[in-house]
Nanobody, 122 residues
Framework: QVQLVESGGDLVQTGGSLRLSCAAS????????MGWYRQAPGKERELVAT???????HYADSVKGRFTISRDDATDSAYLQMNSLKPEDTAVYYC????????????????WGQGTQVTVGS
């Protein structure tokens, strides 16, 4: 199994910055891509950003140029640097780890963290 623990969520003013962290433990050797998703009240969970083991990144259009995803495989961690935050960025942010490489052994395709709340005040 893989455990993911997010941290770094907070209340911040419009235009401010936050850095979210995701610490992975367990069968981390199985992790390939990692990603950040978010879910605002009354809305479906949506992709924010993903990063592959090779470092290729993908961003939702709404965060391009403002957010940066990174990972440190030496510490089994992923990060989301969020700048120029807007009220519409308010949501619970979730870390996701793709473990398809070990799907037969783990019985899972991916794992999720418990989420961390980001609130952007106007």
């Amino acid at each position: 199994q893989v455990q993911l623990v997010e941290s770094g969520g907070d209340l911040v003013q419009t235009g401010g910055s936050l850095r979210l962290s995701c610490a992975a433990s367990g069968d981390t050797v199985c992790i390939s891509a990692m990603g950040w998703y978010r879910q605002a009240p009354g809305k479906e969970r949506e992709l924010v950003a993903t990063i592959t083991t090779a470092g290729s990144t993908h961003y939702a259009d709404s965060v391009k140029g403002r957010f940066t995803i990174s990972r440190d495989d030496a510490t089994d961690s992923a990060y989301l640097q969020m700048n120029s935050l807007k009220p519409e960025d308010t949501a619970v942010y979730y870390c996701n780890a793709d473990v398809k490489a070990c799907r037969l052994r783990l019985g899972e395709l991916d794992y999720w963290g418990q989420g961390t709340q980001v609130t952007v005040g106007s």
